[in-house]
Nanobody
Framework: QVQLVESGGGLGQAGESLRLSCAAS????????MGWFRQAPGKEREFVAS????????YYADSVKGRFTISRDNAKNTGYLQMNGLKPEDTAVYYC??????????WGQGTQVAVSS
């Protein structure tokens, strides 16, 4: 069983930056993928970004491309989502997810991000 704990959410103003962290309870170098998803009030959960843990390949939703950066640190068993140029439409609960295969079997509890204009 893999436990994921997100942190780093909070309140920011448009244009500011926040960094989310996702700490895993296992050695992350055994994971295949880690991703970030978000769910805004009244909307479905959507993909934000993902990283293939071994290769380091990254993927982004068009809405965040060029503003958000996903990364990982094997020594800390932690993944990150650096969010720059925040917009009010980035307001959502952000979830970290991971899996040993090309799926997201394990999910964190979520962390709230609120961006004011």
């Amino acid at each position: 069983q893999v436990q994921l704990v997100e942190s780093g959410g909070g309140l920011g103003q448009a244009g500011e930056s926040l960094r989310l962290s996702c700490a895993a309870s296992v050695r992350t170098n055994s994971l295949y993928t880690m991703g970030w998803f978000r769910q805004a009030p009244g909307k479905e959960r959507e993909f934000v970004a993902s990283i293939r843990w071994s290769a380091g390949s990254t993927y982004y939703a068009d809405s965040v491309k060029g503003r958000f950066t996903i990364s990982r640190d094997n020594a800390k068993n932690t993944g990150y989502l650096q969010m720059n140029g925040l917009k009010p439409e980035d307001t959502a609960v952000y979830y970290c997810a991971a899996g040993y295969e090309l799926n997201y079997r394990y999910w964190g509890q979520g962390t709230q991000v609120a961006v004011s204009s």
